[in-house]
C-alpha cells in the first residue's frame, strides 16, 4: 500500500466517524422515541379544548388555562395564517387575558389598522 492510499482511508474514516457522531448528537437517527411520542400525547390529551366559535359564550371555554394563567407573565399563540376565524379567536382570547389578567400589552403579528381596533376596544 502506498501513503497516499493510507491518508485517503484515513481522511475517510474520519468523515464517516464526524457524520455518525453528528448524526447520533442532532438526533437524526431511525430511533423514533415511542416513549417521547406517548407523554405528548398523554399531554395534549388532558391539555387541550375544541373550541365552537359558533356559540355565542364560546370564550368560557378558555377556562383550560385558568389553573395556570395566574402564574405566568408572556402569554403565546400560534396561528395558521389566511384563515379569518383566526382574528376573531385572537380578539376574544386578548379580552379573556385582559379581563382575568389585566394584560395589557400585546407585541402582535397586526397590521396598523388591527392594532387600532384592538386599542379601541
Known sequence: ???C???HKKITLIF???FLISAILTGCTTYTGNSTERYLNKYIEKNHISLNLKEKDYIKDFSILDKD???HDVF???EVHGVKMNYDLQLELIKYLNNKVDVRYI???FGYSVSEHINNI
Open 1 to 3: 500500500m502506498n501513503i
Open 5 to 7: 492510499s493510507i491518508k
Open 16 to 18: 464517516i466517524l464526524i
Open 69 to 71: 394563567i395566574r402564574k
Open 76 to 78: 403565546l399563540a400560534g
Open 107 to 109: 407585541l402582535g403579528e
